[in-house]
Every structure is written in structure tokens, then in C-alpha cells.
């Protein structure tokens, strides 16, 4: 299913934070240690109206896939262009599991998802079941007032792992990195570390989980009315 995935969920929360920053610095840092809190979806408070117009963007797409996750409908494909926005504190935490810093603003991506419904039909019905997405690539801008706007981009492959229709592992396999010297270089060391030790990837199970609990229960009036 951020920004590295800014990831599956991601892709999934691309398919997809606080009031104001401050606030979400302050709850970021009274959280115990550990604590992986929400990093890929959304923030537990009001979100921005930018936020708020790409979460109502991506309604369509939500729909569709909770309607596949929670079917047996397997034909065709799902394909989607996202949008996301994850604020600096987002990323800071995110890239900081791997001891890695996060000095810039926060990013704008875009994806195009594309998810064949029998995949997910089958993560959810199969004792055991591997989801193995396409590589993907994921576009995104940094603005700055002072330096306007830094774009970059990275492939992932994500693949997550099901139990009983629970996801209990996955694996982002980070590809190709396209981005200035900085940015590159943070990137390249959090997701070089990631495909050897999965300490991002973590992210990927959450988010996952939430979103075919969660964030499919908002929206099951919809995707159950067109089954």
C-alpha cells in the first residue's frame, strides 16, 4: 500500500497532520521512543485545506480498492494517479529510524498506482499470500520560499506478506534515486539500509493494516453499495 511510501500504504495512503506544525512538533516529541505513531497516512488532527482537497482526491481510489480488498471480485485492474502531501515532521520521524536526517521542508508526491484486484482478492481469502506490486515511481517537489522548489523522484517495488488476510511483513524495494546531491545522498542511505533491514519497511505493515481496517470502515457504505 514516504517521503519515502511515501511506500505501499503510502501508496496505499497516496491511496494514501496536527492543527498547525507546532503542535505536531510538540506531540512528536512527548510520544515515548519506539513509538511509531502515524507517519505514512494522515495526521490525528484537522488537516490543512490542501490536505484535505488531495484526501478528497483520492476518495474514488479508496473506494475502489477496499471494495477489491473486501470482495471477491477479481477482474481487472485498479489504476490511480495520487496525490500526497507529508509535512517535515512526517518525514523527519520517518527517515529517523534509520538514523538519518531530514534537514528540508516537507513534499509533494504523485504516483500513478496501479494494483491488480486478484492480488488483493487473494491477500485477503489465502492462509498465507505474497502482494507483489509493479515498480512504481514516485514524484516529488520540496518547496522553499528561500530556494523555491527542489524536485526529486525514487522507484519502489513494494511487496507485502499475509497471514489470514492481516499483513505481517513487507518489503519496499527502493530503486533508482533521481535527486540533487543532498537530497540524494539522505535517500540513498535511508533506503540502502531499508532493503537490508526493513526498518522502514515497518511502516508499510501499519499502514497497510489500517487501511483495510480503518480507513475501509469510513468509506463501507460506498464500496459495499457496489458490490
Same mark, same amino acid.
Given at each position: 500500500?514516504? #517521503?519515502?511510501? *511515501?511506500?505501499?500504504?503510502?501508496?496505499?495512503?497516496?491511496? #494514501?497532520?496536527? %492543527?498547525?506544525?507546532?503542535?505536531?512538533? $510538540?506531540?512528536?516529541?512527548?510520544? %515515548?521512543?519506539? +513509538?511509531?505513531?502515524?507517519?505514512?497516512?494522515?495526521?490525528?488532527?484537522?488537516?490543512?485545506?490542501? $490536505?484535505?482537497?488531495?484526501? +478528497?482526491?483520492? &476518495?474514488?481510489?479508496?473506494?475502489?480498492?477496499?471494495?477489491?480488498?473486501?470482495?471477491?471480485?477479481?477482474?481487472?485492474? =485498479?489504476?490511480?494517479?495520487?496525490?500526497?502531501?507529508?509535512?517535515?515532521?512526517?518525514?523527519?520521524?520517518?527517515?529517523?529510524?534509520?538514523?538519518?536526517?531530514?534537514?528540508?521542508?516537507?513534499?509533494?508526491?504523485?504516483? +500513478?498506482?496501479? !494494483?491488480?484486484?486478484?492480488?488483493?482478492?487473494?491477500?485477503?481469502?489465502?492462509?498465507?499470500?505474497?502482494? &507483489?506490486?509493479?515498480?512504481?515511481? *514516485?514524484?516529488?517537489? !520540496?518547496?522553499?520560499?528561500? &530556494?523555491?522548489?527542489?524536485?526529486?523522484?525514487?522507484?519502489?517495488? %513494494?511487496?507485502?506478506?499475509?497471514?489470514?488476510?492481516?499483513?505481517?511483513?513487507?518489503?519496499?524495494?527502493?530503486?533508482?534515486?533521481?535527486? %540533487?546531491?543532498? =537530497?540524494?545522498?539522505?535517500? /540513498?542511505?535511508?533506503?540502502?539500509?531499508?532493503?537490508?533491514?526493513?526498518?522502514?519497511?515497518?511502516? =508499510?505493515?501499519?499502514?497497510?493494516?489500517?487501511?483495510?481496517?480503518?480507513?475501509?470502515?469510513?468509506?463501507? +457504505?460506498? /464500496?459495499?453499495?457496489?458490490?
Amino acid at each position: 500500500m514516504k #517521503p519515502v511510501t *511515501v511506500l505501499l500504504a503510502s501508496m496505499l495512503s497516496l491511496l #494514501p497532520l496536527l %492543527p498547525a506544525e507546532q503542535a505536531a512538533a $510538540e506531540t512528536a516529541a512527548t510520544k %515515548p521512543a519506539g +513509538d511509531s505513531g502515524s507517519v505514512l497516512g494522515d495526521p490525528d488532527g484537522p488537516l490543512t485545506p490542501e $490536505e484535505k482537497a488531495e484526501k +478528497d482526491a483520492r &476518495q474514488a481510489c479508496k473506494i475502489d480498492l477496499c471494495r477489491a480488498f473486501h470482495s471477491k471480485e477479481s477482474t481487472g485492474d =485498479i489504476a490511480c494517479h495520487v496525490i500526497k502531501s507529508w509535512r517535515k515532521e512526517q518525514l523527519v520521524k520517518l527517515v529517523g529510524k534509520v538514523k538519518v536526517s531530514w534537514p528540508y521542508e516537507g513534499a509533494h508526491c504523485s504516483t +500513478d498506482l496501479n !494494483i491488480k484486484r486478484g492480488d488483493l482478492v487473494k491477500a485477503m481469502s489465502e492462509p498465507k499470500a505474497e502482494l &507483489q506490486l509493479a515498480q512504481h515511481k *514516485v514524484v516529488c517537489s !520540496i518547496a522553499s520560499d528561500k &530556494q523555491g522548489a527542489t524536485d526529486f523522484s525514487f522507484e519502489l517495488a %513494494p511487496k507485502v506478506f499475509f497471514e489470514n488476510g492481516k499483513a505481517v511483513k513487507a518489503e519496499a524495494h527502493w530503486g533508482k534515486i533521481e535527486a %540533487p546531491t543532498l =537530497i540524494k545522498s539522505a535517500l /540513498w542511505t535511508a533506503t540502502a539500509a531499508d532493503n537490508t533491514v526493513n526498518i522502514l519497511s515497518g511502516s =508499510i505493515v501499519e499502514e497497510v493494516n489500517t487501511f483495510i481496517g480503518k480507513r475501509c470502515d469510513e468509506v463501507k +457504505d460506498q /464500496w459495499a453499495a457496489k458490490q
